[in-house]
């Protein structure tokens, strides 16, 4: 009898102590899952706002040579040929083009902490090899310049697809009723603004240094650029990838043919529009500063007013990026990148048209410019990175994200390279009317291929090309760490859950 009271004692103090130590083990395994949640939220947030100061220095290398090519043009004016103009400024394009495929594929494959890290130190070393370049001849010196520039393109080509779709991911779990202005604001605006902020350095420097130092004046430029990812690389290092990444990565065996099946009229039309507005927009930028130093007086400092000059022309582009983030949500993604296209129809052709006297009036002419250039802002500028995040699935948005945007660089690096072509053959007036042209066709891309987005939560995209993937055969693996699982059994979160998160 007492063995067995004995024996009900100790199995009650076993049991007891069981119940003590799953307690225990309870509050140890909560504290860390609270603990993740709040890291989680914060890092979110940094995501968001780095991506904005990152893209800053995006925009900053996007336009740095607008001013640098008037520059080299003055300081070097046998040796700085068209020809080498055109390939240091393409240099930029094409490592931008193999940037944003390649990491497209990394945040997608890797995840989006790796990607970023990685464009972040090419854009610093790019950035140090072209302020200190040099050679034994000055062909030393722009080849030097050619491959310093390319190494940054990488490094920013991948921003496109790293930082944009991390900022999309975090904004739709921040502020899933605004995440189409909250991403513009974080994106485009950046990019848009390093316009501007380039010109207002090149003045800056230019004022201190002085006409006969201008070796110091394109160095020091170049300099700066890499202080803007410096900046934001701590944070970007303790950054954690998405909980909309983490539930639905597929790294292994992705089923592209199956992707292609689902996405093929949306990358027609993403990456149709980026190529017509990337063909536009950015020789239109480059060379920008030398078109407007061929209607500016040649009387006085022509370097300075040029980039006074310059500097109106990019103020006056940055308005669309705002009304862009207005009308997205009020008007619609489609309807609001069709408008904007329709403004190179109309400025295009008003400029073109009326060249040789619109340009006798400088201010006049300006105000035209910008005003064509702050409708692409407006329209696809705005537009064509937001809908490339928000139409595709978070599993292979990276991917095609990046192809999107490669395909517009490579629209650039075209129109880059048969800008002088066509300005020598056909007039410069041309230029804009082609443009003009270029408008109508992305407003009928636009209508046909680009799907109605209506800003809805990203979970439910997710959630659709996963059953799509699962009816047709493929049972892969989705998702990392603690959401890992199998393609059938992966429960995406609803809209009420994420604002909840």
């Known amino acids: 009898m007492a063995d067995k009271e004995l024996n009900v004692v100790s199995t009650t103090a076993d049991s007891n102590d069981g119940a003590v130590d799953v307690s225990k083990q309870t509050d140890i395994e909560a504290a860390p899952a609270k603990t993740s949640m709040s890291r989680q939220r914060m890092s979110d947030l940094f995501t968001i706002f780095c991506a904005g100061a990152a893209l800053i220095s995006d925009g900053y290398q996007n ?16 040796d700085y040929t068209p020809a080498i103009s055109t390939r240091v400024s393409n240099a930029l394009l094409i490592g931008e083009i193999i940037g944003q495929i390649v990491i497209g594929l990394t945040c ?33 010196l722009f080849w030097m310049l050619t491959v310093a520039r390319g190494i940054v393109g990488f490094g920013t080509g991948g921003e ?29 605006l950046p990019l848009s603004f390093g316009g501007p902020f380039a010109v207002i350095v090149f003045l800056i420097v230019l004022s201190a240094a002085g006409l006969n130092h201008l070796e110091v004046v394109w160095r020091v430029c170049f300099g700066i650029g890499i202080l803007w990812p410096l900046s ?23 089923p592209y043919k199956l992707v292609l099946r689902y996405y093929w009229k949306t990358l027609i039309g993403t990456c149709g ?54 009308m997205c949500d009020r008007v619609g993604r489609k309807n609001t990148m069709m408008i904007g296209f329709s403004g ?72 880059t390279q048969a800008f002088t072509p066509i300005q020598v053959h056909l007039g410069k007036k041309w230029t804009f009317i082609i443009a003009a042209i270029c408008g109508v066709a992305g407003m009928l891309v ?27 055969g493929w049972d892969g693996e989705m998702g990392e760490d603690d959401l890992k699982a199998q393609a059938h059994e992966v429960q995406m979160p609803s809209a009420s859950v994420v604002e909840k998160i």
């Open 108 to 140: 997608d494959y890797m995840g989006r902490k790796t990607a970023i890290i990685l464009t972040t130190l090419c854009i610093v070393l790019g950035g140090i090899l072209a302020t200190a370049a040099h050679g034994t001849s000055l062909h030393g």
């Open 344 to 415: 190179y129809l109309v400025f295009g052709l008003i400029i073109g048209c009326a060249y040789e006297k619109i340009t006798k009036i400088v201010p006049l002419f300006v105000i035209f410019y910008g005003l064509m250039q702050s409708s692409g802002n407006m329209g696809p500028g705005d537009m064509l990175g937001l809908l490339s995040s928000e139409s595709y699935a978070t599993s292979v948005r990276g991917t095609c994200y990046g192809l999107s945007a490669a395909i517009g660089k490579a629209g650039a690096a075209i129109g």
């Open 273 to 326: 529009a980026w190529f017509l507005y990337d063909f536009i927009t950015f020789p239109n930028g480059v060379f920008s500063g030398t078109i407007l130093a061929s209607v500016v007086p040649a009387s006085g400092n022509v370097l300075l007013h040029t980039a006074e000059w310059q500097l109106l022309l990019g103020a006056l582009a940055l308005p669309g990026v705002f009304i862009g983030a207005w």
């Open 446 to 472: 636009t209508y046909f291929f680009v799907p109605n987005v209506t800003g809805e939560d990203l979970g439910k995209n997710d959630e659709r090309f996963r059953q799509f993937l699962v009816d047709n």
């Open 63 to 78: 336009n740095l040579m607008t001013m640098t090519n008037v520059l080299f043009k003055k300081e070097f004016p046998e």
């Open 160 to 188: 496109y697809p790293a930082s944009s779709v991390s900022a999309s991911e975090s904004a739709n779990e921040h502020v899933p009723s605004r995440r189409g202005p909250t991403f513009i604001l974080v994106t485009n």
């Open 232 to 254: 934001v690389f701590y944070f970007r290092l303790r950054m954690l990838n998405s909980k909309l990444y983490r539930r639905g990565a597929i790294k292994k065996q992705v």
